[in-house]
């Protein structure tokens, strides 16, 4: 079955600093990579999603992302993180039983330092 | 309308209650999905509708929870007889047509539920 492993439960970074945070998939095919964001009270906001092509993506608030199919991750970057980025992210990817249905992962939960 | 809105974002319940929780889903909004959240997890897949088709409901629970779309809009969630394990955030999220895989899912803040 289709999983989605984000390693890292918590992880700090001081204002300023770069991100990547780290997601693994398992899955048969090429796969439907997602990374959405949630901020206390909020729903789960699409920071960006790969399909196919080029491998490294573009996505809102300065977030990158790059499929690496020989190591099944999709890591979520940031060069320079605001502390409004401070908020649970989680990855996820298209199951393969359906066209919809979304595998989440655990989630990485990140807190920024002043 | 804006966004995807639900109602309550709180509720709480004695156990054995029935509750019922809606999602108004982004206005010409063909396909529907409801995920249970729970704490200090991901949210997983509970049920998909295609207007008011449910195409898919193999992520419920047990046969306590119950949903529909009568019209092809709003949605809502009924879960019967409630149990301390439903206790989650249940999220609604919305998305444009068919449900097809590169399809952006548009999430609803969720309505956290306590079951006492």
Redesign the interface.
């Known amino acids: 079955a289709q999983s989605v492993t984000q390693p890292d439960i918590h992880i700090t970074v001081s204002e300023g600093a770069s991100l990547e945070l780290r997601c693994n998939y398992s899955y048969g095919a090429t796969p439907y990579l997602f990374w959405y964001v949630q901020s206390p009270g909020q729903g789960l906001q699409l920071l960006l999603k790969y399909f196919s092509g080029d491998t490294l993506v573009q996505g809102i608030k300065g977030f990158e992302a790059e499929f690496k199919r020989s190591q099944s991750s999709f890591n979520l970057r940031k060069p320079s993180v605001h502390w409004s980025d401070a908020a649970e992210y989680f990855c996820a990817v298209v199951g393969m039983d359906s066209s919809y249905k979304l595998i989440f992962g655990s989630g990485t939960r990140l807190l920024v330092r002043p | 309308g804006a ?2 809105s639900q109602s309550p974002r709180y509720k709480v319940a004695k156990r054995g209650q029935d509750v019922a929780l809606r999602c108004d889903p982004i206005s010409g909004h063909v ?1 529907l ?1 409801w ?1 249970q959240q729970a704490l ?6 509970l049920t ?1 509708f295609q207007n008011e088709a449910q195409l ?1 409901k193999s ?1 419920l629970p047990s046969d306590r929870f119950f949903a529909e779309r009568p019209e092809g809009s709003v949605s809502t969630l009924k879960i019967q007889r409630t149990q301390q394990e439903d206790s989650a955030v249940y ?1 609604c ?1 919305s ?1 444009l047509s068919g ?12 309505t956290r539920l306590l079951v006492l």
């Open positions: 966004g995807v396909s999905f995920y200090g997890q991901g949210p997983e897949f998909y898919d992520g999220l999220a998305s449900g097809a895989e590169w399809e952006t899912q548009y999430f609803g803040p969720g």
